[in-house]
Structures are given as structure tokens and as C-alpha cells.
């Protein structure tokens, strides 16, 4: 174990998967010269040369494209977004062609792809680049989608995206770069997609969070355990496929859930959890699941603004106590 | 300071072979060897057959929607034809007969367009992309492909498909952005059929020629007859020349003219004039090239029999296919097959099996009474 930024974890992992597999290359604007809008390919110019880490024109479509078609004939490209706001320049690349391509060919061409980049709510990124863009994903059959939270996780999780035979989504985080944590340096450590994994173990309640919003959870934890709330967090990891097992299981033990998620709420993956947890463990619940989401509009600029619209640590831990009736109004 | 010219004028050449008569320009003939030329006539030949087979199959509803290729069958196998099978061909939605060139067996054509998946899946050996639906996505792929073999020094070429409509779509304009800069061997062909739907190409674009988007690139680009199957085939021949040479790119504009509908959806009736269609009758591609070849003694007696007997023959065995398994279309969603797709495809294949497909056993409702946690703690 190493200790490292969530940066150089994913950093990390893209070395060492260029090193292992002459078939990865990673394009996207400013990825080579410039090492990347938030450095995450610093250094990879120098180290693997201009061909495999390849500055773009800016067209996100055009480059998103041209790894699909290199992904056809088995590179793995691993597109980077600025930030992920500016996929939506590419959703018809990404929905229609790197999701659709598979199933369309009959099973003939598999497009092993990964698109990265940071998205969700940063500091004052204002309206256009603050969005939690996984919802636009996880919808999509053909992709999977993985939001990881910590530096482990993100070196484990980007190397299973490249080393996937299916286009993944990997939404990364402004917020989390500069985060500490514990990484395996063993080259060959990966962390399979679709895998919860349980950060906080408890029994009153289950919180499903990730990225910011877990650590969010889990500074909520810490506050209701001095009231005597014991609160276990999953983090799902990854979104498509997801660990469901893993939430139902915890569900199971603690009957009662909170959904966490930074953006807008409706139809989110706050939505999707919720229902499987009453399809599937409705008879282990003692309380209605709760989901704590981020405002229906568009994320203001100002700071106290950007606070308001955002789900905090008092509005997780205060819907917690509101699923263990813990609040004053049993 | 005073105003300079930073480029001299821009040229655009526009190419012809044949003309409408079947008359050939012999200082541009490609010289193609006689069994080629009657190769080239009987796969334009079936492509024509094969089409207005397919319209009636299709008004009989037994295959579904789908694009005609009428009066385009010089445009597709002029270009198509020079491409080695080790070349990749990315078509759009509207090469039936380019993709025959290439190999495609007429059946599984057919089952395509009646909604078999496996009629998209091209063989193992096959370096053709699947029939692209969405208009101008494809190109972009090319500029992949080509990318990708630059990547590993393959010694192969891409060719491109599409149509005069997608020109307005910003992934035509990024794929021609990107091949420029990038220098990759592909052939991007425009078959400009004038019409996109109802829009006519004046309403698609005020440039002159599609052929002079490619300058604004970096890359060549020129306008042929795209009715005149020799002078497509003299101008692909020379940009794949180029691409395989290593100097890049080049986009060809065939004019060329949809003579029969959009899709089996469209009525082109409703906006376009019979003595438009009736003008290019008369350009009519497969009228001009058996004119040329009968004077050369190259025309074979019973062709159209023995096209119209390989047709009846593929139809037959595309209708001895029963109809699709509904379960596979779960199977190339993912390269692998996921838990929670595996459990849809069990419920769906029991739900088949007794006769309520969709049928989800596990959310049955198992307690009488909902709403009360049955005493597990």
C-alpha cells in the first residue's frame, strides 16, 4: 500500500494499464502536452509518446467517435472528457454507436472503450459544468457506468473499465483529486465493476451514497453516533451493473434506508435504489426509503447558492433520523 | 497593412467518363479488363433487381422499412470495387449493393431488414461495419478504424459512406476535421442523391459542390458523375491509391439521383416533380454502362435471368428462416451476459414457455398481507 491522491491513483492506473497492454491509448483535449485540465495524464506524453496519448481537436463527438471505431477493432481508447458536462456533446456517440454497436453487429465487434472525466458538483463550477451526469448514462442498456470515491477505488475500478469489453462511463470527481488514501501498488490489483462495498459498518439504518455524497454520510455518521444512531453506508461503486445484493443485504439487517445522491432527484439513481429496495426487501422495512437529492434547478453559481441546492451533512443525518423516527415526531 | 491573398484559388475538378449515352471519354478511361467491366455490370445489375425485389417483399410485408438504392448502384460499386477485402467499408444505411460487393450473402440482407439480429453481424473475416442507421455517426468510426491502423502500421484503407444530407451534420464536419489533421487513410464518399427525404440539397447547403467542403479541411476533394460507374471508379482508385500511399484522405462527391423513395416509409410524389425523375431516367447509370459494354461485345445474353434466379434463390432460403428467438436480444447487449439480464432472459423464456411473456416470478408477491414485516427480528 501506497498512500496517494485520487490524482495520482488514476494516474496510476493509466500507466501501469499503457505499460501491461500496447493496445490502450487515451485521447481527449489537452490529455498530452497540457497533461490534462486536472492532471490526471500527467506525465503519460513523455513516458508513451504522441501516439498513445493524443491531443484532439475540440470535438468531443469527433474524438469520441474515433475511439469507438478504434475500440471496434480491439484498441482499448481511453477518452477523456474535460469534464463530463462536455459528453453531452457526444450522447449520440456514446447512446447510439458505443452502446448500440455490439448488439448491432450481432455480437461481431465488442467496443472496449472508457470514457473518464471529472463530473457532479465541484466548487462554484456554476449551471454547465456541474451536473451528475451519470444519470444520462445508467439508463443507456450497452453501458456501465462507475463512480468511484476513493483513491483505491479509483485505480482499481479505471483498470477493470480498460481491461471491460464494454464501453464504461467512468465519472470521476473536481472534488476528489486531492483526497488521501491508502492504493494497492500491485499492478495487478483490479476492483471488479459492479461491486457495493460497505464503508461504515452499522444496524439502524443503511446509507447508499457515493463520491462526495458519501463522504458527506459518513461525516453524518460519525455526528449520530453520539446520539446513539448507528448508520452503515454502502457505496455502490459502480451504477450499471449494480450491486443490488449488497444494498438488499444490508437493508435486510437494518430495515430502514436513506439514498444520497448530488443531483436533481427526480428520476435519479436515488429513484432506482428506492425501488428496488421496497421491490425487493419491502416486508424488511420499518420506514418509508427517503432520498436526499439535490434541488430541481440548475446549479446556481454563488457559493451560498451552490450550498442550498446541494445535499449537506444536516440533511443527510436529518432524514436518518427521520427514517428512525428519531427526530421528534414519532 | 494591405489586404493579401493568404491561398490561391481553390480548384474543385468535377469528373466524367461516361456520358448519358454510353459514349466514352477515352483520354480518362480507367482501362479496366473486360471481366472486370462485366463484373462491375452484374453487380450493378443484381443491385437493381435485388432492390425492386425487395420493394415488393417489403410491400408484402415480409421484411420491414428500408432504403432503396435505385439509380445509386454506379456511386456504390464504382468505389466499392476498388477496395481490397482486407480494406474496411463503413457503410450508412443505403449500400445494398456495395455490401453484396463485399460479401454479404443477399439472405442475411434480407433477414436484416426483417429484423433478424444475426443479419447485421458481419463474418469473422469481414472488415465491414454494420448497416448505420443514424445519419453521419459512421464517420467518425472511419477516422477510428483508420486511426487504428495507423496505430499498429496495418496496410489497410477505409472507405465511407454517406449521403448528401449527412454533409450538415457536425460528425461529417469533425471526421473530415480529424482525417485532415490526423493524415489517415481514409476515402469519405458522398453519394449525393440530391435529395434528403423532401429537402433538396439547395436547402442542405449554399456551397457549390459538397466535393469543396474537403479544402476547408486540408484534404482533396472532387465531384464525379456518380451516375457513370467509370468515373467513380477512376476517382476512388486514385484517393485510395493516395490513402494507402500514406498521403492522406480525400473526399469524393458522387451526383448521383435517388430515383425511387427515401425509405419504403417515404412518397416522394409529394415533393418533387415527375419531369425531374423522368431527367434523370434518362442519366440512369445501368442504361449508359450496358450501351458502352454492348458495343464493346461485352454484354452477356440472359444476364438479367440469371441475376433474377440468384435473387429468387437467396429469397427462398431468407424465407425458410423462421422468425426470430425473442431471447436473443439479450445476447450482445453486454460482451458478457450480466445477472440482472440473465435473470430477464429466464423470466422471459419461462413467461414463453407458459405462455405470459415478461412474466418476473421473483416479484410475486409472497406474504398475503403487504406492509408487515414478517416477526425476523
Same mark, same amino acid.
Given at each position: 500500500?501506497?498512500v ?11 500507466? &501501469? &494499464? ?10 481527449g ?8 485540465a486536472?492532471?490526471v ?70 467496443v ?10 465541484a ?18 442498456p ?16 479505471l ?12 465519472? &470521476?470527481? &473536481? ?19 459492479g461491486?457495493a ?8 439504518v443503511t ?32 451504477l ?47 420506514a ?8 430541481q ?9 451552490e ?14 433520523r ?9 | 497593412m ?164 449527412a454533409t450538415?451534420?457536425g ?66 482508385r486514385e ?5 494507402r ?36 431516367e434518362?442519366?440512369?447509370?445501368l ?25 429468387a ?16 436480444m ?48
Amino acid at each position: 500500500m501506497a498512500v496517494m491522491t485520487y490524482r495520482e491513483a488514476l494516474n496510476l492506473a493509466l500507466r &501501469e &494499464e499503457l505499460t501491461r497492454d500496447p493496445n490502450v491509448f487515451v485521447i481527449g483535449e489537452e490529455v498530452g502536452l497540457y497533461e490534462g485540465a486536472y492532471k490526471v495524464t500527467q506525465g503519460l506524453l513523455k513516458e508513451f509518446g504522441p501516439k498513445r496519448i493524443v491531443d484532439t481537436p475540440i470535438a468531443e463527438s469527433g474524438f469520441t467517435g474515433v475511439g469507438i471505431g478504434a475500440a471496434m477493432v480491439g484498441l482499448r481508447p481511453v477518452v477523456e472528457m474535460m469534464t463530463f458536462n462536455f459528453a453531452l456533446l457526444a450522447l449520440d456517440q456514446i447512446v447510439n454507436s458505443a452502446a448500440k454497436l455490439h448488439y448491432m453487429s450481432g455480437g461481431q465487434y465488442n467496443v472496449p472503450l472508457v470514457i473518464r472525466g471529472p463530473g457532479g458538483p465541484a466548487h462554484q463550477l456554476a449551471a454547465q459544468h456541474s451536473q451528475s451526469m451519470e444519470v444520462y448514462f445508467y439508463h443507456v442498456p450497452g453501458l456501465k457506468v462507475v463512480r468511484p470515491s476513493t483513491p483505491m477505488d479509483a485505480k482499481g475500478l479505471l483498470k477493470a473499465a480498460i481491461r471491460d469489453d464494454n464501453p464504461v462511463i467512468f465519472i &470521476e470527481s &473536481e472534488t476528489l483529486y486531492n483526497v488521501k488514501g491508502e492504493v494497492p501498488e500491485d499492478p495487478d490489483f483490479v476492483i471488479p465493476l459492479g461491486q457495493a462495498v460497505v464503508r461504515r459498518e452499522g444496524t439502524d439504518v443503511t446509507v447508499v451514497a457515493y463520491m462526495g455524497m458519501m463522504y458527506r454520510a459518513m461525516e453524518a455518521a460519525e455526528e449520530l453516533a453520539k446520539d446513539g444512531i448507528s448508520v452503515e453506508i454502502v457505496d455502490p461503486r459502480s451504477l450499471q451493473p449494480l450491486d443490488t445484493a449488497t444494498i438488499i443485504g444490508s437493508v435486510r439487517k437494518t430495515h430502514r434506508a436513506v439514498v444520497v445522491e448530488a443531483g436533481a432527484g427526480f428520476a435519479g439513481m436515488g429513484s432506482e435504489i428506492a425501488t428496488e429496495i421496497t421491490e425487493e426487501a419491502f416486508d424488511d422495512l420499518d420506514a418509508p426509503v427517503l432520498r436526499v437529492t439535490g434541488a430541481q434547478a440548475p446549479m446556481p453559481y454563488a457559493r451560498n447558492l451552490e450550498r442550498a441546492k446541494t445535499p449537506t451533512k444536516e440533511k443527510i443525518a436529518d432524514a436518518i433520523r427521520r427514517v428512525c423516527y428519531a427526530n421528534g415526531s414519532r | 497593412m494591405p489586404r493579401t491573398v493568404l491561398e490561391p484559388r481553390f480548384q474543385v475538378e468535377y469528373l466524367s467518363v461516361l456520358d448519358a449515352e454510353g459514349s466514352l471519354d477515352s483520354a480518362l478511361d480507367p482501362g479496366l479488363p473486360p471481366a472486370e467491366l462485366k463484373r462491375l455490370y452484374r453487380a450493378m445489375l443484381l443491385g437493381r433487381r435485388l432492390d425492386e425485389r425487395m420493394v415488393r417483399l417489403q410491400r408484402q410485408g415480409r421484411i420491414g422499412t428500408f432504403a432503396p438504392i435505385k439509380g445509386q448502384e454506379a456511386s456504390q460499386l464504382g468505389s466499392v470495387a476498388v477496395l481490397r477485402p482486407t480494406d474496411w467499408m463503413v457503410p450508412s444505411f443505403r449500400e445494398t449493393a456495395a455490401m453484396i460487393w463485399r460479401g454479404w450473402p443477399i439472405e442475411k440482407l434480407l433477414l436484416f431488414f426483417a429484423g433478424h439480429l444475426e443479419g447485421g453481424q458481419p463474418a469473422p473475416d469481414q472488415r465491414d461495419l454494420p448497416i448505420t442507421i443514424p445519419v453521419s455517426t459512421q464517420l467518425p468510426h472511419a477516422v477510428g478504424l483508420a486511426y487504428a491502423a495507423q496505430y499498429r502500421e496495418d496496410d489497410v484503407i477505409v472507405m465511407a459512406y454517406f449521403g448528401d444530407g449527412a454533409t450538415s451534420e457536425g460528425d461529417f464536419h469533425e471526421a473530415l476535421n480529424f482525417a485532415g489533421v490526423w493524415h489517415v487513410p481514409v476515402v469519405f464518399v458522398c453519394q449525393n442523391n440530391q435529395w434528403a427525404i423532401s429537402v433538396p440539397l439547395k436547402k442542405q447547403t449554399n456551397s457549390k459542390t459538397i466535393a469543396q467542403k474537403a479544402l476547408a479541411y486540408g484534404l482533396p476533394g472532387i465531384q464525379v458523375d456518380g451516375n457513370d460507374v467509370l468515373a467513380v471508379y477512376a476517382a476512388s482508385r486514385e484517393a485510395v491509391a493516395r490513402a494507402r500511399a500514406g498521403d492522406g484522405p480525400t473526399l469524393i462527391e458522387c451526383v448521383t439521383y435517388r430515383l425511387g423513395v427515401h425509405t419504403t416509409a417515404d412518397d416522394p410524389t409529394k415533393y418533387r416533380s415527375a419531369e425531374e425523375v423522368a431527367e434523370w431516367e434518362r442519366r440512369d447509370p445501368l442504361t449508359r454502362f450496358a450501351a458502352y459494354l454492348k458495343r464493346k461485345r461485352l454484354l452477356d445474353e440472359g444476364l438479367e435471368a440469371a441475376v433474377d434466379e440468384e435473387i429468387a434463390a437467396a429469397v427462398a432460403r431468407f424465407e425458410a428462416t423462421g422468425v426470430a428467438d425473442p431471447l436473443v436480444m439479450f445476447d450482445h447487449v453486454y460482451a458478457e451476459l450480466p445477472p440482472d439480464l440473465k435473470a430477464q432472459r429466464e423470466a422471459l423464456a419461462e413467461g414463453l414457455r407458459s405462455g405470459e411473456p415478461g412474466r418476473r416470478e421473483k416479484h410475486e408477491p409472497s406474504p398475503p398481507m403487504r406492509g408487515q414485516r414478517s416477526g425476523k427480528r
